[in-house]
Nanobody
Framework: QVQLVESGGALVQAGGSLRLSCAAS????????MGWFRQSPGKEREYVAS????????PYADSVKERFTISRDNGKNTVYLQMNNLKPEDTAIYLC???????????????WGQGTQVTVSS
């Protein structure tokens, strides 16, 4: 079993930056691809970005390209999402997940965190 806990969400003004963290416990993350997703009220869960177990980047969602960067530190069992130039439409609950790279791109995963709220004011 893998337990995932997200942190770093906050209220920020448009144009600002945040770095989200997803810490894992229970098992090492090194054998899993990791992904970030977001969900807003009334909308389906949206894929944001993912990264392979070795740090290889998967495609970003078009809506976050050039603004968000995913990274991981297997030694710390943590994956990060650096979010720059935030926009009001980025407001959502951000969740991380662990699983196979091919599954994460399809918004499915083996393990999920509870999420952290990001609110971007205009």
């Amino acid at each position: 079993q893998v337990q995932l806990v997200e942190s770093g969400g906050a209220l920020v003004q448009a144009g600002g930056s945040l770095r989200l963290s997803c810490a894992a416990s229970g098992r090492t993350l090194s054998s899993y691809a990791m992904g970030w997703f977001r969900q807003s009220p009334g909308k389906e869960r949206e894929y944001v970005a993912s990264i392979t177990w070795s740090g290889g980047k998967q495609p970003y969602a078009d809506s976050v390209k050039e603004r968000f960067t995913i990274s991981r530190d297997n030694g710390k069992n943590t994956v990060y999402l650096q979010m720059n130039n935030l926009k009001p439409e980025d407001t959502a609950i951000y969740l991380c997940a662990a699983g196979r790279a091919s599954d994460l791109i399809r918004s499915t995963g083996d393990y999920w965190g509870q999420g952290t709220q990001v609110t971007v004011s205009s």
